[in-house]
């Protein structure tokens, strides 16, 4: 059966929200275990120059709901960036998998050669959509997933390649 878009699209994104939902799971357990507060983990950050755990959180799912979005040929919904707790940053993890499930495959599917443009503060740039899901949206989403990931690990939390995936 061929990779539909639909498939590389909505069906990765959730898998990886599932991903990131286990592994805030485990950080705020550590955070809880080891006395740390939840700022302790969400504010940490791999360099001086790059977003906190909690902004690539937000980031992730922003790009999730951008993606899904966009080669559904819908209007990106605006969320305001307001979250500083684990329970919060759940809570709009699961906005992001509910947004994302509530997409038609029918809706995905066939907008590989649907017109995207993606606003930039540095001007619009214009994709294909199986150009701008395989060049652009997936490799961002993943980055941003696999920053919050790399943060928590490097601040001890427990993790490995197996939660990253989605096992508990």
């Not at 939902?21 to 940490?44: G, M, P, Q, T, W």
């Not at 294909?128 to 928590?152: C, M, Q, S, W």
């Not at 427990?158 to 508990?168: E, I, R, S, T, V």
Request: aromatic residues 8%; contains cysteine.
């Amino acid at each position: 059966m061929p990779i539909t878009m639909h498939g590389a699209s909505a069906q990765l994104v959730l898998n990886a929200l599932r991903g990131l939902s286990i592994v805030l799971s485990k950080a705020e357990a550590f955070a809880k275990e080891s006395n740390l507060s939840d700022a302790d983990l969400l504010d940490a950050r791999l360099a001086p120059d790059m977003f906190t755990a909690c902004r690539q959180v937000q980031i992730a799912t922003d790009n999730a709901k951008g993606m899904i979005c966009r080669l559904a040929g819908r209007e990106v919904p605006s969320w305001a960036d307001t979250e500083t707790t684990f329970a919060e940053l759940q809570m709009r993890l699961k906005k992001a998998m509910d947004l994302v499930a509530s997409v038609e495959a029918s809706e995905i599917d066939g907008s590989e050669s649907r017109e995207i443009e993606l606003k930039q503060r540095s001007g619009s740039r214009f994709f294909k959509g199986e150009r701008y899901l395989i060049d652009y949206a997936i490799p961002n989403f993943l980055f941003h997933v696999t920053t919050a990931y790399g943060i928590f690990r490097m601040k001890g939390v427990p993790l490995g390649k197996m939660n990253f995936l989605g096992a508990a």
